[in-house]
T-cell receptor, first 113, second 110 residues
Framework: GAGVSQSPSNKVTEKGKDVELRCDPISGHTALYWYRQSLGQGLEFLIYFQGNSAPDKSGLPSDRFSAERTGGSVSTLTIQRTQQEDSAVYLC???????????FGEGSRLTVL | RKEVEQDPGPFNVPEGATVAFNCTYSNSASQSFFWYRQDCRKEPKLLMSVYSSGNEDGRFTAQLNRASQYISLLIRDSKLSDSATYLCVVKKDSSYKLIFGSGTRLLVRP
């Protein structure tokens, strides 16, 4: 497809379980971002990848969160030992890196019971 | 203090009204500014960039006041389809990180 693709669109899990969220960015976009949006809140920056540079992980809220980007394309955000406060919509975005326009996926809605 | 602050609203206005949103930012090193629009349960999308001299796109006008560190968005002749949350976004040119405000919700009623 032409846009940013995320999966799963919805994920319900039990507290303590691990989850993986996937993002397939727009082809040719070198920059990839993960943001988190809790109900009624703004977007919280989590992590940024740009080409082969080391990622900026400064927004990850705890060491239970990790992300990787393989081959400069697909990215996976992993949350270990999920907690109820991890419940949110996880948004992935990609860009060319040279402008302020981010193209967002539809998000993965995570609910931790 | 948040880096980007917005009045959460909601702003409830009739069709045809003119409505303005303000946004303040705390980091004077911020160099690039944007307004994004987010429909309910949808992803954010770029509405317009904000240039130092101010810029207009149809019914939408964006302005920047660097001295006071605020950005505004004016919507003229509001349409029902303008109902959404408007996110103020800032970026330092030395950084790739976009900082989003929490958004201002607009409801346009018939």
């Amino acid at each position: 497809g032409a846009g940013v693709s995320q999966s799963p669109s919805n994920k319900v899990t039990e507290k303590g379980k691990d989850v993986e969220l996937r993002c397939d960015p727009i082809s040719g976009h070198t920059a990839l971002y993960w943001y988190r949006q809790s109900l009624g809140q703004g977007l919280e920056f989590l992590i940024y990848f740009q080409g082969n540079s080391a990622p900026d992980k400064s927004g990850l809220p705890s060491d239970r969160f990790s992300a990787e980007r393989t081959g400069g394309s697909v990215s996976t955000l992993t949350i270990q030992r999920t907690q109820q406060e991890d419940s949110a919509v996880y948004l992935c975005a990609s860009s060319t890196g040279s402008t302020g326009e981010l193209f967002f996926g539809e998000g993965s809605r995570l609910t931790v019971l | 203090r948040k880096e980007v602050e917005q009045d959460p609203g909601p702003f409830n206005v009739p069709e045809g009204a003119t409505v303005a949103f303000n946004c303040t930012y705390s980091n004077s090193a911020s160099q690039s500014f944007f307004w994004y629009r987010q429909d309910c349960r949808k992803e954010p999308k770029l509405l317009m960039s904000v240039y130092s001299s101010g810029n207009e796109d149809g019914r939408f006008t964006a302005q920047l006041n660097r001295a006071s560190q605020y950005i505004s968005l004016l919507i003229r002749d509001s349409k029902l389809s303008d109902s959404a949350t408007y996110l103020c976004v800032v970026k330092k040119d030395s950084s790739y990180k976009l900082i989003f405000g929490s958004g201002t919700r607009l409801l346009v009623r018939p």
